[in-house]
């Protein structure tokens, strides 16, 4: 089974710095997507990015990048010049398609981002 | 407005009284699924359903019931609440192929007493 480990529970910045996000999975498997979300405080899922498993490629949206590094089944997500409106429950996911149609999104625990003025 | 919908938002309710989560989706996805999230746990997934009368258990299905009759609905039952359900619970919902994205619902905050 696939596991996801986030292993900052807490993390905060002051606003306009860098931060990275921490986030390992454990698989076997060889295609597969990982995602990372963000929960503001109005609880909403967010997504942010994107990374498919075959794509040696970093993905980026604009402020937020990744770090994938397949061989280290590493995922960590990096915000430039942080803002306030930053600060959330961020949740890294794996996802493994599977036949039918079927999917299944296998979250970490989750990073409390707090963004500091 | 693409959107998933959920209802209540809010509910507090005693142990063993039934109660039906509603969830809706305006996208014509096939795929729709349950979590609940607990501190420290992130999100689990509950059931879901792959289309119309196709559902499956996920990895915490133990209490929960689901149905999907039409594509666009997938209520979440529970048929005897116990305090160890009071969690945070999300809908979600995706096309079958291509980008996986999964659509959440804004939430229900469930608590039992």
């Known amino acids: 089974a696939q596991t996801v480990t986030q292993s900052q529970p807490e993390m905060s910045v002051q606003e306009a710095e860098t931060v990275t996000l921490s986030c390992t999975y454990d698989?076997?498997?060889?295609?597969?997507?990982l995602f990372w979300y963000k929960q503001p405080p109005s609880r909403q899922m967010i997504l942010v990015i994107r990374?498919?498993?075959?794509?040696?490629q970093n993905a980026t949206e604009n402020r937020f990048s990744v770090n994938f590094q397949k061989a280290a089944k590493s995922f960590s997500l990096k915000i430039s010049d942080s803002q306030l409106g930053d600060t959330a429950m961020y949740f890294c996911?794996?996802?493994?398609?599977?036949?039918?149609?079927?999917?299944?999104?296998?979250f970490g625990q989750g990073t409390r981002l707090t963004i500091n003025p | 407005e693409a959107q998933v919908t959920q209802n209540p938002r809010y509910l507090i309710t005693v142990t063993g009284k039934k109660l039906t989560v509603t969830c809706s989706q305006n996208m014509n996805h096939e795929y729709m699924s349950w979590y609940r999230q607990d501190p420290g746990l992130g999100l689990r997934q509950i059931y879901y359903s792959m289309n119309v009368e196709v559902t499956d258990k996920g990895d915490v299905p133990e209490g929960y019931k689901v149905s999907r009759k039409e594509k666009r609905n997938f209520p979440l039952i529970l048929e005897s609440p116990s305090p160890n359900q009071t969690s945070l619970y999300f809908c979600?919902?995706?096309?079958?192929?291509?980008?996986?994205?999964?659509?959440f619902g804004p939430g229900t905050r469930l608590t039992v007493t």
């Open positions: 698989t076997s498997e060889n295609n597969y997507y």
């Open positions: 990374q498919e498993a075959y794509k040696q």
């Open positions: 979600a919902s995706s096309r079958r192929e291509g980008v996986y994205e999964q659509y």
């Open positions: 996911a794996f996802m493994k398609p599977i036949m039918w149609g079927a999917q299944k999104l296998v």
